[in-house]
């Protein structure tokens, strides 16, 4: 009887849907007992209808309440099958029981002559069977609700997964970027004086607190992407000064469509990284958006001797977009230039993006 109990055993609250089932069988009851309905007065139609309606009442009520109990106790769909066949000998046992005991009692009341044996075996047929059908439809929305919920949790359970995968990937993001800084950090400390090295320190400072407030993001608007971007470049530039040269062509209308956070930091950052940069081979990276993809092209000046790398930036792009979105970037490496494309997310792909932070 409690709502939350039949919601949970039955897939919704059947309330009304017993009450109207009951009615109807008992009408169904009383016009195959009583073939004959001018045969008996009002008062003894009232009567049969009456017993038909206590007959079904109670039917109902042990059904219902054996369903309850096989669902407990097979609830698994490899059990369906078992369940399904025990219900079927319950609702038989129930009837034909229901009818033996309540049909004994009525030949206790004078005047009460029930139908004979072959005429009951005929109705009792006829009730089992409706008992049945309206049984299975319990058991259709059993089934509705389960599959439902059966989806529901796969679905979630990949979702776990996935999510899992990109949390390793951006964990993994970060120390690739802490990497290739101290690097960077290094050669300023080789090269400039102490001043331009603490400024350094104090410029990325910034970028991490953008890496702080980003959070656990999966995807990120351009424009804050750029923001971090343009902070990256900012730091870089107090290495290169003009021999870093960056040509931007954001329109206004993409500043709110979506990428991977990091995925633009990264490829610039391997632009600068594995290109020679000096006065007399200054290195141009343009940052476009062409075709619904967020372009960056640089020329390919490679430099004598490489940077130690761990490899993992454009890896870890592909990864995340893989998981993410289910689209590739591209990657084109030409003679004289390196292109990486990345699509362009819509914001509906937006997972758990920061609000917008100004640098």
Same mark, same amino acid.
């Given at each position: 009887?409690?709502?939350?109990?039949?919601?949970?055993?039955?897939?919704?609250?059947?309330?009304?849907?017993?009450?109207?089932?009951?009615?109807?069988?008992?009408?169904?009851?009383?016009?195959?007992?009583?073939?004959?309905?001018?045969?008996?007065?009002?008062?003894?139609?009232?009567?049969?209808?009456?017993?038909?309606?206590?007959?079904?009442?109670?039917?109902?009520?042990?059904?219902?309440?054996?369903?309850?109990?096989?669902?407990?106790?097979?609830?698994?769909?490899?059990?369906?099958?078992?369940?399904?066949?025990?219900?079927?000998?319950?609702?038989?046992?129930?009837?034909?029981?229901?009818?033996?005991?309540?049909?004994?009692?009525?030949? +206790?009341?004078?005047?009460?002559? @029930?139908?004979?044996?072959?005429?009951?075996?005929?109705?009792?047929?006829?009730?089992? +069977?409706?008992?049945?059908?309206?049984?299975?439809?319990?058991?259709?929305?059993?089934?509705?609700?389960?599959?439902?919920?059966?989806?529901?949790?796969?679905?979630?359970?990949?979702?776990?997964?996935?999510?899992?995968? +990109?949390?390793?990937?951006?964990?993994?993001?970060?120390?690739?970027?802490?990497?290739?800084?101290?690097?960077?950090?290094?050669?300023?400390?080789?090269?400039?004086?102490?001043?331009?090295?603490?400024?350094?320190?104090?410029?990325?400072?910034?970028?991490?607190?953008?890496?702080?407030?980003?959070?656990?993001?999966?995807?990120?608007?351009?424009?804050?992407?750029?923001?971090?971007?343009?902070?990256?470049?900012?730091?870089?530039?107090?290495?290169?000064?003009?021999?870093?040269?960056?040509?931007?062509?954001?329109?206004?209308?993409?500043?709110?469509?979506?990428?991977?956070?990091?995925?633009?930091?990264?490829?610039?950052?391997?632009?600068?990284?594995?290109?020679?940069?000096?006065?007399?081979?200054?290195?141009?990276?343009?940052?476009?958006?062409?075709?619904?993809?967020?372009?960056?092209?640089?020329?390919?000046?490679?430099?004598?001797?490489?940077?130690?790398?761990?490899?993992?930036?454009?890896?870890?792009?592909?990864?995340?977009?893989?998981?993410?979105?289910?689209?590739?970037?591209?990657?084109?490496?030409?003679?004289?230039?390196?292109?990486?494309?990345? @699509? +362009?997310?819509?914001?509906?792909?937006?997972?758990?993006?920061?609000?917008?932070?100004?640098?």
């Amino acid at each position: 009887m409690n709502k939350e109990v039949r919601i949970k055993y039955l897939g919704f609250n059947d309330f009304w849907f017993s009450v109207v089932g009951i009615l109807i069988i008992s009408f169904v009851t009383f016009f195959l007992f009583n073939p004959s309905l001018n045969a008996i007065s009002f008062i003894e139609a009232i009567f049969s209808w009456g017993v038909g309606l206590l007959f079904t009442m109670v039917d109902w009520t042990i059904n219902r309440y054996s369903m309850i109990l096989l669902r407990k106790k097979y609830p698994a769909f490899r059990d369906d099958a078992k369940r399904i066949t025990l219900f079927f000998i319950a609702i038989v046992c129930t009837v034909v029981s229901v009818d033996f005991i309540g049909t004994s009692l009525l030949t +206790l009341i004078p005047g009460v002559n @029930p139908l004979d044996y072959q005429s009951r075996i005929k109705v009792l047929l006829s009730i089992v +069977l409706i008992t049945v059908m309206t049984m299975a439809i319990y058991e259709a929305i059993y089934f509705y609700i389960r599959l439902k919920k059966s989806v529901r949790e796969e679905e979630q359970s990949k979702q776990a997964v996935v999510q899992a995968q +990109l949390d390793a990937l951006r964990n993994q993001a970060q120390p690739h970027f802490f990497f290739n800084t101290l690097n960077t950090l290094r050669d300023i400390i080789d090269q400039n004086s102490k001043e331009d090295a603490k400024e350094f320190v104090d410029k990325l400072s910034e970028i991490y607190r953008f890496l702080l407030e980003s959070g656990n993001a999966d995807v990120i608007t351009i424009k804050d992407e750029l923001k971090f971007a343009k902070a990256y470049i900012h730091v870089q530039a107090e290495r290169f000064g003009d021999n870093l040269k960056l040509y931007w062509n954001i329109p206004e209308t993409a500043l709110h469509t979506m990428i991977v956070p990091m995925s633009l930091q990264l490829l610039l950052e391997n632009a600068i990284k594995h290109n020679v940069i000096s006065n007399a081979k200054p290195l141009s990276i343009h940052v476009v958006i062409e075709d619904e993809k967020l372009v960056v092209r640089n020329k390919i000046q490679p430099k004598s001797t490489q940077l130690p790398s761990t490899g993992l930036g454009l890896k870890n792009i592909e990864q995340r977009y893989s998981l993410i979105a289910g689209k590739p970037i591209e990657i084109v490496n030409e003679e004289r230039q390196f292109t990486v494309s990345l @699509p +362009l997310l819509k914001p509906s792909v937006k997972k758990n993006s920061h609000a917008d932070t100004d640098y």
